[in-house]
């Protein structure tokens, strides 16, 4: 996939997201989100795995967008201090 079209795949999937983003939030919050744009669909699970598995099972040939409901990045990487 050309990056310009992994961002525009990414634009369209965070559109979804955010016209639905209230009710992700409230019946789903801190669960993840696989959303495939073209078809509009989204697949919540517990896990990164399970949402990204249950969007490749219902559409195989295309590529979705994973959130983390409710964050701003599905993962966050970063130091602890003590």
């Not at 955010?18 to 078809?39: C, D, K, N, T, Y």
């Given at each position: ?13 965070k ?36 949402a ?31």
């Amino acid at each position: 996939m050309l990056a310009s079209e992994r961002r525009s795949l990414v634009s369209k999937a965070k559109v979804l997201y955010e016209s639905m983003r209230l009710r992700l939030e409230r019946e789903f919050g801190g669960q993840f989100v696989a959303i495939e744009p073209e078809s509009q669909e989204f697949f919540v699970g517990q896990s990164f795995d399970s949402a990204v598995s249950a969007a490749r099972t219902a559409h195989p040939n295309r590529v979705s967008h994973t959130i983390r409901i409710g964050h701003q990045a599905a993962f966050h990487i970063g130091i602890m201090e003590r």
